[in-house]
């Protein structure tokens, strides 16, 4: 009888780890899913579209036998959970997909809990569980299940220049600048800077630079909001070529750009793989709220204006930057060492004692 496996991603970031794992488990156990993604998979014994704030029905987690989830600095949920497997003698697993706001993954109402094991993507996110009682919790550096398989999006340099002439970009420099949710969030005083005054620095260089010879993306993260880019759209409208990008579920416009400035996003890591050049800007005096674990924003790190103004003019003058191939550390397999940790995690079923029929009489 197979073992039933519950699958939970209350982020987007979450959603994108879960789900290689999911769908490689479900021609092999029972399983549940609780989400902010609707899926395709057939048969599950369980199904539920949540949003991250949403409150979820705890009574539904009896009938498994492993819980498998993401991580969220905003969510409970994850946490309830793995909460409950603990107190029911039942595995849990995380996998963190960035290790960004780590505390507050981990640490809710003041108090720290941890899954049995924590699966993560680099020795950079295993590095920030040193000094932290994690107790029993196992921490597995496994890689990232999707950044493993990234390379099905690449596209040919003649499906990009078609698509750069579908989009009037086929003779402009293309920037694509990928927000987070900081504005949404006004969480501006947290980090030093947000969406708005990244874009107005990036506006401030085209600019500067011809604004006609430059296209400008905005790539908005699943989780933000068209409507905070409004008013700074209407103040560059005529200025600079810009268009927004709410959906590129298959990367096509992002791999035009011939720069993708990001801040903290895991996306610049994705364009890093799918061989473009990329720019973590992080404009702040304060460098202890600098996030540079991950290796893709750290080998190309900004901090100021003007070195983000140097930056974008190396890369668009085509000088050579020396930067380590980030593709050479990205695991191929991330998908079977998690499995291969569920496998070894489920409880071993004893098979029933045989029972013998009782002897006919003339046979003792």
């Not at 100021?304 to 191939?325: F, G, R, T, W, Y």
Request: glycine content about 4%; overall charge negative.
């Amino acid at each position: 009888m197979p073992f039933n496996l519950l699958f939970v991603a209350t982020q987007f970031g979450s959603f994108n780890v879960i789900y290689p794992v999911l769908n490689a488990c479900s021609d092999k156990y029972n399983i549940g899913y609780i989400g902010i993604k609707d899926i395709t998979i057939d048969n599950l014994i369980h199904n539920k579209i949540i949003t991250e704030d949403e409150a979820v029905d705890y009574n539904c987690l009896d009938k498994y036998d492993m819980f498998i989830t993401g991580t969220s600095p905003s969510s409970d949920i994850d946490y309830n959970i793995w909460e409950y497997a603990r107190k029911r003698n039942k595995k849990s697993m995380c996998i963190l997909d960035m290790s960004k706001d780590y505390e507050v993954r981990f640490k809710k109402n003041n108090r720290y809990l941890f899954p049995d094991i924590i699966c993560v993507m680099s020795e950079g996110d295993r590095d920030v569980f040193c000094g932290l009682d994690t107790g029993r919790s196992r921490i597995v550096m496994t890689g990232s299940p999707y950044l493993s398989n990234i390379y099905r999006f690449l596209i040919s340099k003649d499906e990009k220049n078609a698509i750069k002439k579908n989009m009037l970009a086929i003779e402009k420099k293309v920037i694509t600048f990928c927000t987070e949710y900081i504005a949404k969030r006004n969480e501006k005083e947290k980090y030093g800077y947000d969406e708005i005054s990244v874009l107005n620095d990036i506006a401030c260089y085209i600019e500067k630079r011809n604004n006609y010879n430059f296209k400008l993306f905005i790539k908005l993260h699943p989780n933000d909001s068209a409507s905070l880019y409004e008013d700074f759209l209407k103040r560059i409208n005529g200025k600079i070529d810009y268009e927004l990008i709410i959906s590129d579920p298959e990367y096509k416009i992002l791999q035009i750009s011939d720069v993708v400035v990001g801040m903290t996003s895991v996306i610049l890591t994705e364009s890093s793989i799918l061989g473009l050049n990329v720019v973590s800007y992080q404009p702040v005096d304060d460098m202890s709220k600098i996030y540079d674990r991950n290796e893709a924003i750290k080998e190309n790190l900004v901090t100021s204006k003007d070195e983000l103004v140097k930056k974008i003019d190396m890369i668009l003058n085509n000088e050579k930057i020396e930067n380590a191939d980030i593709r050479k550390n990205i695991s191929n397999n991330a998908v079977e060492k998690i499995i291969a940790l569920i496998e070894e995690s489920l409880p071993i079923r004893k098979n029933k004692p045989l029972t013998l029929p009782s002897p006919l009489r003339g046979e003792e």
